[in-house]
């Protein structure tokens, strides 16, 4: 949901991989092939799509002065390939037929309706989600087709083609996997049926699903930590609010 309130492109589509995480972890929790093999699919297709989305942005940036909405008014007028990728690309991410965002979500919605009632609400869920997917992604393409150029910094060309080459593979990519699914689908569900053990009891499910995710947010604070004293040393506010150096060196050494 912050997605579709961010004004800058970067952080519009970093946020917007919360709710794509969010699925993945949806279809693992079901710990069914069903669910690991939609949940397996998806961080491919997500990765296809996201990747593709970023290249856009990289090319955006050869030739826009920023990365905020305002500043890429009437883009694809100077850059329309670029824009193009970043259509494609972005229809991959809502989960449009015939791209390859709609295949996991498709056979994510298959594993949850294994799971009877629940699985009512939450096929709803995954709808109300793209519904807003589709909200942020359009506020881009908003942006580059249809606002007026910036006063300033206005691109004055496509980007460099060896960039571009390698953005349309990857959209297109969206497009081929979204029609020829067998690969990713069968390996994914080769995948899922392998991982699954033999035998287990609900509470060994809750137990193991409770530990990943704590390994997983304790990973992620940890990152945040780091990058958080990283940014503090930099920006010397250590020192701004009276610390001494020799303290900032012995104990906060990141």
Not at 147 to 172: D, H, N, Q, S
Not at 177 to 183: D, H, R
């Amino acid at each position: 949901g912050v997605a579709m309130f961010e004004k800058d492109i970067k952080r519009l589509l970093a946020y917007s991989s919360i709710a794509q995480i969010g699925y993945i972890l949806l279809g693992a929790s079901f710990v069914t092939v069903a669910g690991l093999a939609a949940s397996t699919v998806h961080i491919f297709n997500h990765a296809l799509a996201k990747g593709a989305l970023f290249l856009a942005v990289c090319c955006l940036a050869t030739q826009c002065t920023g990365y905020r909405l305002s500043q890429l008014g009437g883009v694809a007028k100077k850059m329309p390939w670029t824009a193009g990728a970043l259509v494609v690309s972005g229809f991959s991410l809502i989960g449009i037929p015939g791209t390859a965002g709609f295949i996991s979500k498709w056979y994510l919605i298959l594993a949850v309706l294994d799971q009877g009632l629940l699985g009512v609400a939450l096929v709803f869920a995954i709808v109300v989600g793209s519904l807003l997917a589709v909200v942020y992604v359009w506020r881009v393409v908003e942006a580059a087709w249809f606002r007026a150029p910036p006063a300033e910094g206005a691109a004055t060309r496509e980007a460099p083609f060896e960039l571009l080459a390698v953005t349309w593979v990857a959209a297109l990519a969206n497009l081929y996997f979204g029609i020829f699914t067998e690969v990713p689908v069968s390996l994914a569900s080769m995948s899922a049926d392998g991982q699954l053990p033999g035998e287990l009891d609900g509470e060994q499910i809750v137990d193991n699903y409770i530990a990943a995710i704590m390994k997983g947010i304790l990973k992620t604070m940890s990152k945040m930590g780091i990058s958080t004293m990283r940014s503090y040393t930099g920006a010397q506010l250590f020192e701004a609010i009276g610390l001494d150096g020799e303290v900032v060196e012995r104990y906060f050494t990141g």
